[in-house]
C-alpha cells in the first residue's frame, strides 16, 4: 500500500505546478486549460486513482491463484483491475509530466494524454474489473462504462485537435473550449457524486 500513500502528493504537486504555470502564462485560455486540469487533478484523478489503487492491491491480495470455477474468475478480475489501473496511473503521471515540463502545444498532448489513459482503462476491461474499497468485485453497470468513455474519446480528441490547430486561431480556441469545458464538468461531477 506504499505506492498507495505516495500517489495523492504526486497529485497534489502536479496540481500546484500546473497552477503555478497557469498564473505565468499570458494567454487567457491556456491558463483555463491549465486551472482545469489542476481542478481535475487535485480533486478527481487523486483521489479516484488512490482508491482504486488501493481496492486493486487489495483484491489482488484477496483473491489468491485459483485453478478453476469462480475463484479463478474472482482471480482474473483482480488481475485485470490491477494492471488496468496501472495502465491509467502511469498514463496520467506521464500527461502529467508532458503538461509540467513543456510549453506549447506539448501541453496539450498532455492533456490529452491524461484523458487517453482514462480511456486505455475503459478500453481494457477497467470498468467491468472495478473492485470497491475492500477489494470485492463491484464493476461499473456497462452504460456508464460506455457514457464515460465517450467523454474520455471527446475530451482527447478535442485537445488533440486544439494541439494541431494554429496558435491563436478560433478553431484551437473552440477545441480548447471543449476540452475546458469537459474537465470542469468531469471535476464538478466529482465533486458532487462523492
Not at 483555463?32 to 482504486?52: Q, Y
Not at 496511473?89 to 515540463?101: E, N, P, R
Not at 494541431?164 to 457524486?193: D, F, N, Q, T
Amino acid at each position: 500500500m506504499k505506492s498507495a500513500k505516495i500517489l495523492p502528493i504526486i497529485y497534489t504537486s502536479a496540481s500546484a505546478a500546473l497552477v503555478y504555470q497557469a498564473k505565468q502564462t499570458t494567454s487567457k485560455l491556456d491558463a483555463a486549460f491549465l486551472l482545469a486540469t489542476s481542478a481535475l487533478t487535485l480533486f478527481n484523478l487523486g483521489p479516484t486513482d488512490n482508491k482504486r489503487l488501493i481496492s486493486a492491491k487489495r483484491a489482488n491480495a484477496n483473491n489468491p491463484p485459483a485453478v478453476s470455477g469462480i475463484a479463478k474468475q474472482r482471480r482474473q478480475f483482480a488481475k485485470t483491475c490491477r494492471s488496468t489501473v496501472r495502465i491509467k496511473i502511469v498514463g496520467q503521471l506521464i500527461g502529467l509530466a508532458m503538461m509540467i515540463c513543456n510549453n506549447g502545444n506539448i501541453k496539450l498532448r498532455g492533456g490529452a494524454m491524461i484523458m487517453g489513459a482514462n480511456m486505455a482503462f475503459f478500453l481494457c476491461g477497467g470498468g467491468g474489473a472495478v473492485h470497491n474499497i475492500r477489494g470485492d468485485h463491484e464493476p461499473l453497470p456497462s452504460g456508464l462504462t460506455r457514457f464515460i468513455l465517450m467523454i474520455d474519446i471527446i475530451l482527447t480528441l478535442s485537445a488533440l485537435f486544439a494541439a494541431r490547430a494554429p496558435l491563436e486561431s478560433s478553431r484551437r480556441a473552440v477545441y480548447m473550449g471543449i476540452h475546458i469545458a469537459g474537465v470542469s464538468w468531469a471535476h464538478w461531477k466529482a465533486l458532487v457524486c462523492c
